[in-house]
């Protein structure tokens, strides 16, 4: 079972950023997933979530500015960045709960410079 980040990079302050999350999680539709992220020197925080009934939530730093999706025909977790700061850079991980086991990709890097 993998989860796989695609879409970082570095982009400048107040544009806009989509990250991909590709996985093998078998009825993904099923599963809740998660984005994480980590910034510098910081603890990997929650950044945002969606239940397979499609319900979202997103913490406080981030909200507004972003939107979590899925595609289950695809397999494919996004997340749409918006109005991107400084303080967004991070490594963005994706995240899930599978067979009692938590997945986890190898993240991805977001730098946000100008």
């Known amino acids: 079972v993998y989860l796989v980040e695609f879409g970082g990079g570095l982009v400048q302050p107040g544009r806009s950023l989509r990250l991909f999350c590709i996985t093998s999680?078998?009825?993904?539709?099923?599963?809740?997933m998660n984005w994480y992220h980590q910034a510098p020197g910081k603890e990997r925080d929650l950044c945002a979530t969606?239940?397979?009934?499609?319900?979202?939530n997103y913490s406080v730093s981030v909200k507004g500015r972003i939107i979590v999706s899925r595609d289950n025909v695809r397999n494919t977790l996004y997340l749409q960045m918006n109005s991107l700061e400084p303080e967004d850079t991070a490594v963005y991980y994706c995240?899930?709960?599978?067979?009692?086991?938590?997945?986890w990709g190898r993240g991805i890097l977001v730098t946000v410079s100008s």
């Open positions: 995240q899930t709960r599978y067979r009692g086991r938590e997945i």
């Open positions: 969606i239940v397979p009934t499609g319900y979202t």
């Open positions: 999680v078998t009825y993904f539709c099923f599963h809740s």
